[in-house]
């Protein structure tokens, strides 16, 4: 049982495609978490959901839209890829009012062509 | 805003010797849960030890510890004994915010 689990795993493109992102997590937290992670390893938070409720939003270009259909689910849908995408996109979920830490899924690596 | 800060960008150790890894953060909260994680080449993301910021005792996980100053806002990890699957990557938390890593070499 995945606790939490993002498709795909490898996800290859082409330069202005629209692709989606999915992750859903089953232990019943209530926040949720998308981050990037470049070439350098750095580990850049893109938005947070709590209850389905968009907490943090930080500065990343409108192409990107995380959506939350339940708190259980929180999707990414980036519009028209460029090349500097490519990188491994983590989901994470948490417990707000807890300090169990963050569980991640296992991440999909994006690659723009 | 909290931020995240690690100057550290790699470090290396001898096996079964001690090192610590250096974090500073910024919030203007007064009760917060400070976190280190791991990133082994398998990128998976492993929790290795926790802090809650009202506690005064630092933290300990079995080889794993932390050096918290709440006032300094400096929140470094020791590793003892470093055995080779320690290498790794090494991220510190605060509220959803990473530093920007540590890359740890183990030397045999």
């Known amino acids: 049982d995945t606790a939490v689990s993002q498709t795909p795993k490898y996800l290859v493109t082409q330069m202005g495609n629209d692709k989606s992102i999915k992750c859903e997590q089953n232990?019943?937290?209530?926040?949720m978490y998308w981050y990037k992670q470049d070439s350098k390893k750095f580990l850049k938070i893109m938005f947070s959901y709590n209850n389905k409720e968009l907490i943090i939003n930080e500065t990343v270009p409108n192409r990107f839209s995380p959506k939350s259909p339940d708190k259980a689910h929180l999707n990414l849908h980036i519009n028209s890829l460029e090349l500097g995408d490519s990188a491994v996109y983590f989901c994470?979920?948490?417990?707000?009012?807890?300090?169990?830490?963050?569980?991640f899924g296992s991440g999909t690596r994006l690659t723009v062509v | 805003a909290q931020t995240v800060t690690q100057s550290q960008p790699e470090m290396s150790v001898q096996e079964a010797e001690t090192v610590t890894l250096s974090c500073t953060y910024d919030t203007s909260e007064s009760d917060y849960y400070l976190f280190w994680y791991k990133q082994p080449p398998s990128r998976q993301m492993i929790l290795v030890i926790r802090?809650?910021?009202?506690?005064?005792q630092n933290a300990t996980e079995n080889r794993f510890s932390v050096n918290f100053q709440k006032a300094a806002k400096s929140f470094s990890l020791k590793i003892s004994d470093s055995q080779l699957g320690d290498a790794a990557m090494y991220f510190c938390?605060?509220?959803?915010?990473f530093g920007a890593g540590t890359r740890l070499t183990v030397k045999p």
């Open positions: 232990l019943g937290h209530d926040t």
């Open positions: 938390a605060l509220r959803g915010r």
């Open positions: 802090q809650e910021a009202y506690k005064q």
């Open positions: 994470a979920s948490s417990q707000a009012d807890r300090g169990n830490g963050y569980t």
